[in-house]
């Protein structure tokens, strides 16, 4: 199966093959040929100004009463008795989607002893009702119960979309429920909205951030969707009323051929990557693991996280735990500071989602400041003393 | 033991630049990899089979040519390879890539391990490997660093998460998704590379599989891209000058104008 040209528009302008990331448009006399090599991305149905291409037809129409699938749910994540913040931000995301349909926004809460502040605190958030499943089984997360929970409660109950934090226990079970419920699920979305149809659309980076694809799942209820941290703003709103229900599921839910023998913390704090509100990362700029100590004196001083680019973590300089990018974590904190980081594309999509970039680099013509927001380009053994120095100056 | 380890095929975003007029890959003349998080699955699998011995068998969906990732594992030291290839599994999305590879492990009947990268680096989903341990309905653990087989027919293995790590014993079969930590690519030996050129990879189209051609490719597929578009990029990159001390105070107003937290 590939794009369907037709022949009548197609003016062979060649502008379709120029965009198609496959390289799979070749110009003919009179229409372009599309190869083997396509792989329906759908680039070249958006840049045809002549409406020359199309896809084919996802699916097989609409499989059952998609009507019936009505409300917006949030699955609330938890640590320590605290919700996520992840989970705040998608109930006041989920908020303005269940108002735009017109249906309620419901949080589903799956734990063990878990009491009605978290409830509560959800409902403060925007969530009408609060789902609680309360079950020893579910103190420690397993995909396999987690999973099978969410799958009878949406069976049960039937909304129409279903949204998750993109964390580590999100980008881990969430895939699950989608496969148990027969459903789509697009992942990482940095932006949700209603189409005209009622679908829900939604918008996410693809090709390692460099091109924005909106995905819809027309024809499989529910929607799903997950969301990565800090995207989405949470507004909290004191003196809502809502529901708590707790609900009873079958044994069958809380079987599992998975033990957790131990949870083991992160003792180093300035691994917390994807949590932290500021972070300052080194690149092989900084020479040596002993020069981390100043992207690390910065960091604590602003009480953020250390980051390394896979060339300081390649040179053994910082643990792998500590590597944004591609092949580490990708982050998004309000301040990012590379450090001696030239800006591979790998090491770019891995924050270039973060609001502030400071780039700090020699090289003028290094790619980080085709990202940054603030450049200095400045030997950064001289820069970062200086800097630090101005912060401390303020205390 | 009969392991599975699943690849994908990838531009190499090493060389990928990106066009400034039109802010696009420019994918042309850029070579294919292995996406490297399926390397180090690739790894895991191999070390189990030095350790306790194993049958590791290397699969990937794609078009003919992936034929050549495949020969690339087999040089590591894989002992098969099967290529998933029809023009009926293109433009799956990762439901039907899930379906085509589970029926594909399904076919094979005997396996007792599932290892896959922790995501793909062109699609970032991070979700085959999870829907395929639903629709083959067996246990899995996401973002694995390390694997123990201590008594036959479990497995120990610690994870990654965002707050720190989990041990976790699983009951096989299983399906792991893996990530660096778990260990390096190996280089090549002259034995298994001498080995891999003349081996024969077995592809298995839908004729070999058997799925309802509506189960593959876009028309197996829930999820469809409705719009393409390039993502605004920042075009006010404020680029500081003059004396390194005047350049420090002038980043720390502006920090401190922009309310970034910490300062």
Same mark, same amino acid.
Request: hydrophobic share 40%; with cysteine; glycine share 10%.
């Given at each position: 199966? &590939? ?25 003919? +006399? ?48 938890? %640590? ?19 108002? &735009? %349909? ?15 502040? !978290? ?32 799958? +009878?409660?949406?069976?049960? &109950? ?8 993109? @964390?580590? !226990?999100?980008?881990?079970? =969430? ?6 419920? &027969? *459903? ?5 979305? @940095? +932006? ?39 995207? !989405?703003?949470?507004?909290? !709103?004191?003196?809502?009323?809502? %529901? ?50 100043? =992207? ?13 680019? %896979? ?15 591609? *092949? ?5 904190? @309000? ?37 940054? @927001? ?22 | ?82 290529? #998933? ?132 490719? #876009?028309?197996? /597929? ?7 578009? /390039? ?33």
């Amino acid at each position: 199966m &590939k794009a369907i040209v037709d022949g009548q528009k197609c003016t062979v302008c060649g502008v379709c093959s120029d965009a198609c990331p496959m390289g799979a448009i070749a110009l003919r +006399e009179n229409q372009v040929e599309i190869s083997d090599d396509c792989s329906l991305c759908g680039i070249c149905v958006d840049t045809c100004e002549f409406g020359a291409l199309s896809l084919p037809e996802v699916g097989h129409g609409p499989s059952e009463d998609l009507g019936s699938y009505r409300g917006v749910w949030v699955y609330a994540e938890w %640590r320590e008795g605290k919700v996520h913040g992840v989970s705040h931000e998608l109930l006041s995301a989920g908020r303005i989607l269940a108002d &735009k %349909r017109g249906v309620e926004l419901g949080a589903v809460l799956l734990g063990s002893g878990l009491d009605d502040q !978290m409830a509560g605190e959800l409902i403060s958030y925007g969530a009408e009702v609060v789902y609680v499943v309360d079950a020893p089984e579910l103190a420690h997360f397993t995909d396999e119960r987690y999973s099978k929970c969410i799958v +009878e409660l949406v069976n049960r &109950k039937r909304p129409e979309i279903v949204l998750a934090g993109a @964390t580590s !226990m999100g980008r881990s079970f =969430i895939p699950r429920v989608a496969a148990g419920l &027969k *459903t789509g699920l697009t992942a990482d979305c @940095t +932006e949700l909205d209603i189409g005209d149809e009622g679908h829900l659309l939604q918008t996410r980076p693809a090709f390692g951030g460099n091109i924005m694809a909106t995905i819809i799942c027309p024809n499989r209820r529910p929607q799903m969707a997950t969301v990565r941290p800090k995207v !989405m703003k949470p507004v909290r !709103m004191d003196g809502r009323q809502g %529901r708590i229900e707790r609900v009873e599921l079958p044994s069958r839910c809380f079987e599992a051929r998975v033990e957790v023998l131990e949870v083991i913390a992160e003792q180093d704090q300035t691994a917390k990557l994807t949590e932290a509100d500021v972070i300052v990362s080194g690149g092989r700029g900084l020479r040596s693991a002993e020069n981390f100590h100043l =992207i690390e004196e910065l960091a604590g001083l602003m009480n953020g996280a250390v980051g390394a680019s %896979r060339g300081a973590v390649e040179e053994g300089w910082m643990a792998p735990s500590h590597q944004v990018g591609q *092949t580490g974590r990708t982050v998004a904190p @309000t301040l990012y500071v590379a450090v001696g980081i030239s800006g591979a594309v790998q090491h770019l999509v891995g924050m270039q989602g973060s609001q502030v970039i400071v780039a700090v680099n020699k090289d003028a013509s290094a790619p980080i400041f085709d990202v940054a @927001t603030y450049g200095v380009v400045a030997d950064l053994f001289e820069f970062l003393p200086e800097f630090v120095k101005r912060i401390k100056r303020e205390r | 033991m009969h392991i599975v380890v699943c690849i994908k095929q990838v531009p190499d975003t090493k060389n990928v630049r990106i066009d400034p007029d039109t802010h696009t890959l420019v994918r042309q003349g850029v070579e294919s990899i292995i996406n490297p998080f399926d390397m180090f699955a690739v790894e895991g699998a191999l070390k189990i089979k030095d350790l306790n011995g194993a049958r590791v068998t290397v699969m990937t969906m794609g078009p003919p040519q992936a034929a050549e990732a495949l020969r690339e594992t087999l040089g590591l030291g894989a002992d098969d390879a099967v290529l #998933l290839s029809d023009r009926a599994f293109a433009g799956s999305d990762t439901w039907a890539t899930s379906t085509t590879l589970s029926a594909a492990i399904r076919k094979m009947g005997d396996v007792d391990l599932i290892l896959c990268g922790k995501q793909a680096v062109d699609g970032d989903t991070a979700q085959v490997g999870p829907e395929m341990a639903a629709l083959l309905d067996v246990p899995y653990a996401t973002f694995v660093k390390k694997i123990d087989i201590e008594e036959p027919g479990f497995l120990k293995v610690l994870r990654q998460t965002d707050e720190g790590s989990e041990l976790w014993k699983l009951q096989l079969p299983a399906l792991l998704t893996v990530i660096k930590e778990l260990g390096e690519p190996r280089v090549p030996s002259l034995r298994h590379k001498m080995r891999a050129k003349k081996a024969e990879i077995a592809v298995w189209g839908n004729a070999e599989l058997g799925l309802d051609p509506n189960s593959t490719g #876009l028309c197996g /597929s829930f999820t469809q891209v409705v719009r393409v578009f /390039s993502p605004q990029r920042r075009t006010n990159r404020i680029q500081l000058e003059g004396s390194i001390e005047n350049q420090a105070e002038q980043l720390f107003q502006y920090l401190k104008k922009a309310r970034v937290p910490g300062l």
